[in-house]
């Protein structure tokens, strides 16, 4: 037996309460597809990867293994807390965001895949990846924004805010682990009220679901992300309309600002930000197709003219 990872070199009899991987895999996947979770298998999968503290796809050639009865105790519990709509990131404690992994906690919000459609966006405009640039990332959370774009932009240095202290602890040992520490500072604030001015990019995914709208969240988000990572407001515009004033004095005038937006947001964000004075305005769509973050500049650089940017935002 593996005694580290928990699994007995299989096949060999199965002495109770020990169990195929194969069954134990089986098993959860019919329990977690039966409560409507979402994606029972690669769930299970995960999860017992995480009780044998093993890579969840080496799992996939292991099926005949046995797994030592510890394990599959702890199985069973992970499972139950998945069954309890518990999210398989959190129950692990990371997530994988633009190919970096994140510590999750209680205090942040847990990153989405959508986001990252922020990260290509902002990458996009950027006509020299090796030029100096300094960002502010409003909202910090894991810090994800802000460790994906460093690791992209190698002589980059950033400033991550966030209102709740806790949150920047996880966001202080996600750079350490993905190695950014060194580019990177972190600053509890409202929004941008602590800093200067003088930006070449300020980039937020602020809190912009509707108060409205609370019925319609999954248990995996209502119950799990914090709450002031989520709403905003009555309509979810409310954080988009504290910082919006302040944005032209962050960024240079030919700084970039780029903000994530929820579903059906994108004009009325777009108006905020033409009101704050930023007249090249422009939406990006998500994989999915959906209108998800806004780029604005006050002016656009020569260098950017031919790019894109210069287009106004053909908003509602
Ligand atoms: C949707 S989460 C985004 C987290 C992370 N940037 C991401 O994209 O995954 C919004 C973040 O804004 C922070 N926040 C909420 N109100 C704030 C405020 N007034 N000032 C600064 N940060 C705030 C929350 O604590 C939370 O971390």
């Given at each position: 037996?593996?005694?580290?990872?928990?699994?007995?070199?299989?096949?060999?009899?199965?002495?109770?309460?020990?169990?195929?991987?194969?069954?134990?895999?089986?098993?959860?996947?019919?329990?977690?597809?039966?409560?409507?979770?979402?994606?029972?298998?690669?769930?299970?999968?995960?999860?017992?990867?995480?009780?044998?503290?093993?890579?969840?796809?080496?799992?996939?050639?292991?099926?005949?293994?046995?797994?030592?009865?510890?394990?599959?105790?702890?199985?069973?519990?992970?499972?139950s807390?998945?069954?309890?709509?518990?999210?398989?990131?959190?129950?692990?404690?990371?997530?994988?965001?633009?190919?970096?992994?994140?510590?999750?906690?209680?205090?942040?919000?847990?990153?989405?895949?959508?986001?990252?459609?922020?990260?290509e966006?902002?990458?996009?405009?950027?006509?020299?990846?090796?030029?100096?640039?300094?960002?502010?990332?409003?909202?910090?959370?894991?810090?994800?924004?802000?460790?994906?774009?460093?690791?992209?932009?190698?002589?980059?240095?950033?400033?991550?805010?966030?209102v709740?202290p806790?949150?920047?602890?996880?966001?202080?040992?996600?750079?350490?682990?993905?190695?950014?520490?060194?580019?990177?500072?972190?600053?509890?604030?409202?929004?941008?009220?602590?800093?200067?001015?003088?930006?070449?990019?300020?980039?937020?995914?602020?809190?912009?679901?509707?108060?409205?709208?609370?019925?319609?969240?999954a248990?995996?988000?209502?119950?799990?992300?914090?709450?002031?990572?989520?709403?905003?407001?009555?309509?979810?515009?409310?954080?988009?309309?504290?910082?919006?004033?302040?944005?032209?004095?962050?960024?240079?005038?030919?700084?970039?600002?780029?903000?994530?937006?929820?579903?059906?947001?994108?004009?009325?964000?777009?108006?905020?930000?033409r009101?704050?004075?930023?007249?090249a305005?422009?939406?990006?769509?998500?994989l999915?197709?959906?209108?998800?973050?806004?780029?604005?500049?006050?002016?656009?650089?020569?260098?950017?003219?031919?790019?894109g940017?210069?287009?106004?935002?053909?908003?509602?």
């Amino acid at each position: 037996m593996d005694a580290k990872s928990g699994l007995v070199d299989g096949p060999g009899p199965t002495p109770e309460p020990e169990a195929r991987v194969s069954d134990l895999l089986r098993d959860a996947a019919a329990r977690l597809g039966k409560a409507g979770t979402g994606a029972p298998r690669l769930d299970a999968r995960c999860l017992l990867g995480h009780a044998l503290g093993r890579d969840p796809a080496s799992l996939a050639t292991r099926g005949n293994d046995v797994v030592a009865r510890d394990a599959v105790r702890r199985f069973r519990r992970l499972v139950s807390r998945r069954l309890a709509r518990e999210p398989v990131s959190r129950i692990v404690g990371a997530r994988e965001f633009w190919s970096l992994t994140f510590e999750l906690g209680d205090a942040v919000f847990d990153p989405r895949s959508d986001s990252e459609a922020l990260v290509e966006a902002i990458l996009s405009t950027a006509p020299d990846r090796e030029a100096p640039a300094r960002l502010l990332d409003l909202g910090t959370g894991s810090g994800c924004l802000l460790a994906a774009l460093l690791g992209e932009l190698p002589n980059a240095t950033g400033i991550g805010v966030d209102v709740d202290p806790a949150a920047l602890r996880v966001a202080r040992r996600n750079l350490v682990r993905n190695g950014l520490r060194g580019r990177a500072r972190l600053v509890c604030a409202n929004w941008g009220d602590a800093m200067g001015g003088g930006f070449d990019i300020v980039v937020a995914n602020p809190p912009y679901v509707a108060v409205r709208d609370m019925d319609g969240l999954a248990p995996e988000v209502v119950d799990h992300d914090p709450r002031r990572a989520l709403f905003g407001g009555r309509d979810g515009l409310d954080a988009y309309r504290e910082i919006a004033p302040d944005l032209c004095r962050l960024v240079r005038p030919t700084g970039l600002v780029a903000l994530e937006i929820g579903r059906g947001q994108a004009g009325s964000v777009a108006a905020l930000l033409r009101g704050a004075g930023f007249a090249a305005i422009e939406s990006r769509r998500d994989l999915a197709g959906v209108e998800r973050c806004l780029l604005a500049r006050q002016r656009i650089p020569k260098s950017q003219a031919k790019k894109g940017l210069g287009m106004a935002f053909q908003g509602r």
